[in-house]
């Protein structure tokens, strides 16, 4: 079981990121991006990613989204003031805190993370639901 986890852990996370926000910038509207996308600073509105084109999001210790956040792949160490979709997997790192619903195929939380909201299980013939957002 161990190597399998490593194997499956191994290939979550893609390496190349496509869109970096830094710490010093501020967001205000919607983003729809593709590929690979980490955020160390603050977006005031939804985050998500084509239908076509699964992507990953990673939001570092010191990043902020507030409003919804939808992509195949999620790494949150940050904070998150909306609803989280993950059609894949999303990893809570220690520093995570997430005020809203997460709704998730896998899940990986580490100590320290912080959810406020329902965990909702997304099943196998699920990945196309429609999500409202808050």
């Known amino acids: 079981m161990g190597i399998n986890m490593f194997f499956k852990k191994s290939n979550r996370v893609q390496n190349s990121i496509d869109t970096l926000i ?12 593709s590929g690979g996308l980490r955020v160390d600073g603050a977006i005031l509105g939804n985050v998500s990613e084509p239908n076509a084109s699964p992507s990953t999001l990673i939001l570092s210790e010191h990043g902020r989204i507030e409003g919804a956040v939808s992509a195949s792949k999620c790494v949150i160490n940050g904070k998150v003031i909306g609803l989280v979709k993950s059609n894949q997997f999303i990893e809570l790192q220690a520093k995570a805190h997430v005020t809203g619903d997460v709704y998730y195929r896998s899940l990986e939380m580490h100590t320290g993370a912080v959810i406020e909201g329902k965990l909702v299980y997304l099943g196998e013939h699920t990945h196309d639901a429609e999500i409202g957002s808050n």
């Open 22 to 33: 830094g710490a010093e910038t501020r967001i205000e509207g919607d983003i729809h991006f």
